[in-house]
């Protein structure tokens, strides 16, 4: 799913999968898989943002890692710059890793406790041979601490003297280091209190316009990466049931569980007060997922054919402005 025509995506992920085995019995014999990330496809534009939403156990945070092969695929293309980066050689993928970068969810948990902020930042530039000069490795740290708005006597303190913001910010440094073209950013704010999930989001919009970044912004809120996304591809057990451009994803929802989603931000949208829709059931295992639509055990319009076919991602609007949907009846829903 290419939304610009002419133009080679920084990145195009094609039939994407993961699977994680389930063993069982006395000799632990494999039994079954968790299908995490089932035939993925999608694309993103140099400097754009593509938004990742779903509930969680949706397979989006194992995507993520997935496309930087910091878990091995099972199978599927990762295109980065028109290269299949699944190909490579762990020493290939080594020097790669420079212009691929993650930013993690848990701010207290991905910073080394033992480790200064001064050589939690420097890390990066030891690892692949930078910066052989002391001196001119100090003067980058500094620059990255002002970068994300911490004062630079923050490189001699230690991570559990910063509040969980100051630490995302440290994440956001780290990852900004080695300057790379692809960040993923898994869940980024969703450990932080509400009131500053709004100045890292703008810190990262900042940073994406300054220094032409793209992003895979993965969240379960909806709310959340209204602002900062381009692009919004929605999951739901594995598979991506809805991508379009985020101003028409908000505006015209097409797959029911997209509607469910956007209606259960609390906030309403402009036009009036919207109706709530209550999802209702569990999501089913990824182990044993329903056949058909995977979302029709919970869809309120679920009819035969969703129980015994399994719907083709396929685009309902122009090529100039896609909106993909795996849904049989998303035409009609949308009269």
């Known amino acids: 799913m290419n939304s610009s025509t002419g133009t080679l995506p920084l990145l195009e ?153 100051q630490r995302q910010r440290i994440g956001i440094a780290r990852a900004l280091a080695l300057q790379p073209k692809l960040i993923v950013a898994d869940e980024p704010v969703s450990a932080l209190d509400v009131s500053i999930q709004s100045q890292i989001l703008n810190l990262m919009m900042d940073l994406r316009d300054k220094y032409g970044l793209s992003y895979v912004f993965i969240a379960h809120d909806l709310a959340v990466i209204q602002h900062i996304s381009d692009e919004i591809a929605v999951m739901y057990l594995g598979k991506i049931v809805e991508h379009t451009e985020a101003n028409e994803l908000y505006s015209h929802p097409l797959h029911p569980y997209t509607r469910a989603l956007i209606s259960s931000i609390p906030e309403p949208r402009v036009g009036g007060k919207k109706e709530r829709q209550v999802l209702q059931g569990d999501v089913p295992s990824p182990i044993n997922p329903p056949p058909g639509c995977r979302f029709n055990t919970r869809c309120p319009f679920a009819k035969e054919i969703c129980r015994n076919q399994e719907p083709a991602l396929r685009n309902l609007a122009s090529e100039q402005s896609p909106h993909w949907v795996a849904c049989h009846f998303a035409g009609e829903l949308s009269q």
């Open 13 to 165: 992920i094609k039939n994407l999968q993961k699977y994680f085995p389930v063993q069982g019995g006395l000799l632990g014999r494999q039994v079954g898989r968790v299908h995490a990330v089932d035939t993925v496809s999608f694309s993103l534009q140099r400097g754009k943002t593509l938004g990742l939403v779903g509930e969680s156990g949706c397979g989006k945070s194992t995507l993520g890692r997935t496309l930087l092969r910091l878990t091995e695929p099972s199978g599927g293309e990762i295109l980065y710059e028109g290269r299949d980066i699944t190909k490579l050689k762990p020493e290939e993928m080594r020097a790669l890793r420079k212009e691929l970068q993650i930013i993690f969810q848990d701010p207290f948990a991905s910073l080394n406790p033992r480790m200064s902020i001064r050589e939690i930042l420097s890390e990066p530039f030891e690892i692949h041979g930078m910066y052989k000069n002391p001196t001119e490795m100090r003067a980058r740290v500094i620059e990255l601490l002002k970068e994300v708005g911490l004062n630079p006597e923050a490189a001699d303190r230690y991570p559990h003297e910063f509040s969980g913001g």
